[in-house]
């Protein structure tokens, strides 16, 4: 972000940024600043695609992409980014083409690949401004300790179903005094399990519209210097009341990252710190196949499903409903002297299902089904509705 | 009568209620309020210990507890008391 005034434009681009140059407040100044800046987007989907779009149509000169995803229709609800002919193709080559359309006075570099431990730093020190829009905790901490450890500015958006939360971490104010970060709000993850997954817990497709655009604002602010930006503060809103609330955060003496005594010199495993790899007792599967056969035979067997109602009514395979929150107060419909197969969208909720109905009651003929009712699809009814 | 506002994701702890009313005087007494009336809400607020769970803010006004009295925190009859879990997007 220096050497700014060697920055010039071309006569398209002062046209491009005319809105921008004649702000006051802005000027020719914050327009050279954003095109002399670096800034990597992590996650191109919901928060991603608003913050992209935005960031290249404003003219940062270099935007770095990192995601290691393809675009899937279910995506389309809310990654603007992406048209239909995009589906399974690679996201950042996908956004690449859209930004490039948009924006040819601007250079895009892409990171096809996770973000790990072993890659961030290496990824992560040629920038100056991080903008994080990813979808889980593990990266949101690895993001967040590579920028620490890095000394780069990280603009932090979130979102879950109705909510968003945005921030900006780890920048210096014009005393040179660092700003808390996300370890300061949230010293620790919440163990898996007990915030539902993303299939459970879903979006409004529109929220992070307005949550990645707040982050672009961030991120602009960030390198212009133009305005107040969130460092110090932690910005909340709730799309169902439309309240907004901004909370004032401060750094903690016992952050482990930076705080008196840190304990954190370097990236960790971020699964096992938030507990993703913890060791799972394994439970009993059935494959959609074996499942197919038990039918063909006649063998008697019972299946549960246990997504939600409006899942079930978008397509389902004649189970019998119990979901996930209720399988507990419905353990006494669930039979004990036959073979259950308990299935959901994937596999992951019918198998804390069978879990919480061992450990309580003690039953041992429950079969989860394996990739559930999408692998059913697949492999034995293709002509039913996936999404 | 202080307001506590319920984030969405514990809403369904609450009847899906947004806002609730608590007589309490203090943070601690709010906490324990809330998980009477509603005991699932218990296991999302504390821990094992009883202690407020580290990926859970509360707010008093504008201010964070953990920069206020903790626990102890007074809480007035126009005070706004809002709870903040952490969320990491979930759109994958």
Redesign the interface.
Known sequence: MSNNNSVTFSKEELARYNRHIIIPEFGLEAQQKLKAAKVLIVGSGGLGSPALLYLAAAGVGTIGIVDFDVVDDSNLQRQVLFGVEAIGKPKVEEAKKRLEALNPHIKIILHNTQLTSQNALEILKDYDVVADGTDNFPTRYLVNDATVLLGIPNVFASIFQFEGQVSVFNQRNEKGELGPNYRDLYPTPPPPGLVPSCAEGGVLGVLPGIIGSLQALETIKVITGVGDTLNGRFYHFDALTFESRTFNISRRDDNPINGKNPTITALIDYEQFCGVKAVEKPIKEITPEELYNLQVKGEAYQIIDVREQSEYDIVNIGAELIPLSTVSANADRISRDQKVIVHCKMGGRSAKAIRELEEKFGFDNLYNLKGGILAWIDQVQPELTKY | MATV?I???LR?FTNNT?RLEVTADTIDKTVNELTLNFPDLK??LLDEQGQI???V?I?VG???I??LQQGQTAVKADTVI?I?????????
């Open positions: 506002i984030p969405t994701p369904k947004a296991k999302h769970r580290s990926f803010n707010f504008n201010d964070d953990r920069n809002s903040v879990p952490a969320i990491a997007g979930g759109v994958a």
